[in-house]
């Protein structure tokens, strides 16, 4: 009897170790190995998370979408270690300037997303045009160069019942639409 209480003991133990195991490696799934913010994956849960809670609660709550513009040249330009130094930097900033209960990710190369809990649409676009800015503003200083990037944003509230893919892309489209605005608002050089 002593054995059998004995094997069983053990059993529960490794169980209890595989669950572990299992939490964990499911998490380290979730997160960008590079920034240690949610990946893709994680972040499309969060959103999906954000949207169920919105509508339970009648709270409002944004997505947005971020794109770094000018990236590409300094990882041509100066190499790979100084692309993912300028990541890091990105996810920094964004991780210094959202609240406990929001959500940060990226989405994929010099692509970020941000799960704004409890905005409202008119905040959301505040501080999605905030995040751009501090990161446009903010050179991130990398084997004694300050690589500059700039950021482009766009904003989706959440609205019932919506799908977190198609929400994604539209904050998506905002950015587009933001970064056809500003190129069209720069002055075009003088010959």
């Known amino acids: 009897m002593r054995l059998l209480q ?8 490794r169980i209890e170790e595989l669950e572990q195991r299992l939490a964990k490696a499911e998490a380290l799934a979730e997160r960008d190995p590079l920034t240690g913010v949610l990946n893709r994956r994680g972040f499309m849960r969060a959103l999906e998370q954000a949207i169920a809670f919105a509508d339970r609660y009648q709270e ?3 997505v947005v979408f971020l794109d770094l513009d000018g990236f590409k040249a300094v990882n041509d330009g100066y190499g790979h270690a ?5 990541l890091k930097h990105v996810t920094r900033i964004l991780m210094s300037n959202v609240r406990e209960s929001d959500s940060v990710g990226r989405l994929g190369g010099d692509e970020f997303g941000v799960v704004l809990a409890r905005a409202a649409p008119d905040e959301a676009i505040r501080k999605g045009e905030a995040l751009a800015a501090l990161i446009s503003e903010t050179p991130c200083l990398f084997a004694g160069v300050a690589h500059r990037v700039a950021a482009s944003a766009g904003t989706r509230s959440l609205m ?7 929400a994604l892309a539209a904050a998506d489209e905002a950015m587009y639409a933001d970064k056809r605005a500003r190129r069209l608002s720069r002055p075009m050089p003088v010959f």
């Open 82 to 86: 100084a692309g993912d130094a300028v």
């Open 60 to 62: 409002p709550a944004a």
């Open 6 to 13: 004995d094997d069983q003991s053990a059993l529960v133990r």
């Open 160 to 166: 019932r019942a919506d799908d977190p893919e198609l």
